[in-house]
């Protein structure tokens, strides 16, 4: 087998998502020539755009939503120059609308510590009676164990790996109505499966480092471009600035010998590396080797029997405007977020860039019913009952949960509809799944990052970011 590239690069990365790329911008920093090989023809694996077939805008293949406690992520699109490409709101500032088409906010002032600004959020909120009110105090224990749990030494945990989000939310006096309102859109969202199925630990960690010391780290952090821009491209040229390079189309093998050298093989060429990072996501990392080597035998077993869990996104284009913020949740609904993704966009002009919308979609050359025309998109998470539904079904909830919560836009006409399911959106966190793998495997030389890597954090782009850096932290040393 000819090797070729033995000395070029030195460390190869396999996997350009999040995880990836963040993965080798950091061995690039360190000043390593690094080689990133992607199977897809796209960057940005499970946080990417793709061109809408009839409107040609770019469309994401899911709206993903950043936190202000997302701190490695953020300090990665500064690192890359994509810093601007996010719009954060100066504190957790949320529109709800029941499921009786009640509309409210709840608003967290910025100006007392946290957690105090989520209790003066919640004790202002009249969405709640004073009773569920009076329950989130309940939380402030378990908040702050959260937040302890992370400090060397602690000894109480904030929640158990046996209990379901549901049970420790109960545990905690919960009242029915401020789990429906606050705390299962929070924890669908950041856990993507019911609250009555998920492990309460993850969430826990969530809501430590949501309602840290810094009260703007629950803030609602949004990308301001369609996500391959927003962070996969400026990653890919930061890279290469840095004397590395990019492949897309290049699925990757891996084979280690007894001696741990290691070979990866993509489109015919072959390079023999000391270091490389695997930020491929638990579904593809058996399929990263023709012989599973024997030091990854178990880790290859518990990759294989992690399950899955789906986002189903259903994209309305309607003539005119029909929501008034950029985003808005629905709690109780199968929908249960719609997001206005120009106002998403425009949000990059009203932080006070001199970019304007169109500047921020030049790819928008055919939109659907004209500048006045309005793209929002509902999002499903935890979707496993609806996301086999064929697309008329799942266009036809949309728009029947859109109606409920407001009647108002009944008037406004429907110009295009497109469906997108990611069926393994994230992994599951119901207890009893396989232990999340550590970032050292046991050979040497070979690393993990993704996601499912055991960062504490569930499946998001956080976890992803903090798994790529310790990745190359215990890479380049
Ligand atoms: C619809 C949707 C909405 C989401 N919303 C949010 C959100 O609001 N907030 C949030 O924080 N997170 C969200 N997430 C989760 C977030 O997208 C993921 O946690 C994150 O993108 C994972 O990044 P990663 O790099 O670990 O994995 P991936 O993005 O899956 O990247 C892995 C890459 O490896 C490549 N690959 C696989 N096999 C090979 C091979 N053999 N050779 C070369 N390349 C290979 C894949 O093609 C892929 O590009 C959402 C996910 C989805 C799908």
Redesign the pocket.
């Given at each position: 087998m000819a090797v070729a590239g033995v000395t070029a690069y030195d460390v190869l990365v396999?996997?350009?998502?999040?995880?990836?790329l963040s993965a080798a911008a950091r061995c690039a920093t360190r000043g390593a020539r690094v080689l990133v090989?992607?199977?897809?023809s796209r960057?940005?694996?499970?946080?990417t755009a793709f061109p809408d077939r009839e409107t040609g805008e770019l469309v994401d293949?899911?709206?993903?939503?950043?936190l202000g406690c997302?701190t490695e992520t953020l300090a990665f699109l500064r690192d890359i120059g994509a810093i601007d490409h996010v719009s954060a709101q100066p504190q957790l500032s949320v529109t709800m609308i029941d499921r009786h088409g009640r509309r409210s906010r709840l608003t967290c002032p910025t100006s007392l510590p946290s957690p105090l600004h989520l209790l003066a959020g919640v004790f202002e909120w009249d969405a709640l009676s004073w009773r569920d009110r009076w329950s989130v105090l309940g939380m402030v224990t378990p908040i702050k164990l959260a937040r302890r749990e992370r400090l060397p030494g602690a000894q109480r945990k904030a929640a158990s790996s046996g209990e379901t989000v549901e049970s420790w939310l109960i545990r905690n006096g919960q009242t029915a109505r401020i789990r429906e309102m606050l705390w299962d859109p929070l924890a669908l969202?950041a856990l993507?499966q019911p609250p009555d199925r998920a492990a309460a630990p993850a969430f826990a960690r969530v809501l430590g480092e949501m309602f840290g010391s810094d009260p703007r780290a629950a803030a609602i952090v949004l990308p301001t471009k369609p996500l391959h821009l927003m962070y996969a491209e400026p990653a890919r040229r930061y890279v290469e600035r840095h004397g590395g390079t990019v492949r897309m189309s290049?699925?990757?093998?891996l084979r280690v010998d007894s001696d741990s050298r290691i070979t990866v093989t993509?489109n015919g060429e072959h390079w023999s590396a000391k270091r490389v990072i695997s930020?491929?996501?638990w579904f593809?990392l058996p399929?990263?080797f023709d012989a599973v080597p024997a030091p990854l035998t178990d880790l290859v077993h518990r990759a294989r029997t992690m399950e899955s869990c789906p986002?189903v996104?259903v994209n309305l284009w309607f003539n005119r405007r029909i929501i008034d913020e950029p985003f808005i949740g629905l709690p109780g609904r199968v929908m249960q977020w719609v997001f206005d993704k120009r106002l998403v966009f425009g949000l990059l002009r009203a932080e006070g860039a001199s970019a304007s919308l169109a500047e921020a979609r030049p790819d928008r050359p055919r939109a659907a019913a004209g500048d006045e025309a309005s793209h929002v998109s509902l999002v499903s998470s935890g979707a496993e009952r609806i996301v086999s539904r064929p697309n008329d079904e799942l266009i036809q909830l949309a728009h029947q949960e859109l109606y409920e919560a407001m009647p108002e836009i009944r008037s406004a006409t429907v110009v295009r509809t497109t469906v997108?399911r990611?069926p393994r959106?994230?992994f599951s966190l119901a207890p009893g799944q396989p232990a999340r793998p550590a970032t050292e495997t046991g050979v040497p030389g070979f690393f993990l990052?993704?996601?499912?890597i055991d960062t504490g954090l569930p499946?998001?782009?956080?976890?992803?970011v903090r798994?790529?850096h310790r990745a190359a932290d215990l890479c380049i040393g």
């Open positions: 396999i996997g350009a998502g999040f995880a990836g090989l992607e199977a897809r960057l940005g694996g499970r946080a293949n899911g709206q993903h939503v950043l997302y969202a993507n290049a699925a990757a093998k993509a930020a491929v996501p593809a399929d990263l986002i996104t997108v990611e959106a994230t990052a993704g996601d499912w499946a998001t782009i956080e976890s992803a798994s790529g």
